[in-house]
Nanobody
Framework: VQLQASGGGLVQPGGSLRLSCAASGFTLDDYAIGWVRQAPGKEREGVSCISSSERSIYYADSVKGRFTFSRDNAKNTVYLQMNSLKPEDTAVYYC????????????????WGQGTLVTVSS
């Protein structure tokens, strides 16, 4: 079982990045799946999550209107399109999966992948 995140990098403020998270060993559409970030010296933050039914999508207030979550069940992959990036978005971004969105929002994950570093700096 693996969650592999990719797409991070260095970007200037106001720029965009698209993160991908590919799952192997389990079927994504059985799980709530989303993105969590952790900046140095800060608490982890749930950024965005979609329920297994895709009827519920959560965005943290800090990213609403700038980030868009999407899911491709055929590819067993989820994406996070990040626009209008700010220096405070700098963090390691992880994808994580839970059996329910309620558990996901409590940081109670079944699967947790290695992260990808996003650095927003001029």
């Amino acid at each position: 079982v693996q969650l592999q995140a990719s797409g991070g990098g260095l970007v200037q403020p106001g720029g965009s990045l698209r993160l991908s998270c590919a799952a192997s060993g389990f079927t994504l559409d059985d799980y709530a799946i989303g993105w969590v970030r952790q900046a140095p010296g800060k608490e982890r933050e749930g950024v965005s999550c979609i329920s297994s039914s895709e009827r519920s999508i959560y965005y943290a207030d800090s990213v609403k209107g700038r980030f868009t979550f999407s899911r491709d069940n055929a590819k067993n992959t989820v994406y996070l399109q990040m626009n209008s990036l700010k220096p405070e978005d700098t963090a390691v971004y992880y994808c994580a999966a839970s059996r329910s969105i309620k558990r996901w929002l409590r940081y109670d994950y079944d699967y947790w992948g290695q992260g990808t570093l996003v650095t927003v700096s001029s």
